[in-house]
């Protein structure tokens, strides 16, 4: 598996063939443990893999707010649009 930065993020990359399948898959930085596992239990899929790591999961995969409780709460990259 390669590792580079693109953009600002550090990416995963394994690439099994160039006419394969590609996964994209966000992962929290410093999760390369949970990568090996995952990629180990995938070993018979045959497809590509690019992980790219993201500052906080909540706010990075989530494009609202959502307040319930401490549990059940993502903070959302909240976008305001303005005329």
């Known amino acids: 598996m390669k590792t580079t930065e693109i953009g600002s993020r550090t990416c995963h990359i394994k690439i099994n063939g160039a006419d394969l399948p590609t996964i994209y898959w966000g992962e929290t930085k410093n999760s390369s443990e949970t990568i090996e596992k995952v ?3 995938c070993g018979d ?4 893999y690019i992980i790219y790591e993201v ?4 706010a990075d995969f989530s494009s ?3 307040k319930l409780n401490k549990k059940m709460s993502f903070s959302g990259n909240v976008i305001k649009l303005t005329e």
């Open 55 to 58: 500052e906080d999961w909540n």
């Open 45 to 48: 899929v045959n497809c590509n």
């Open 64 to 66: 609202w707010e959502f």
């Open 39 to 41: 990629l180990a239990l």
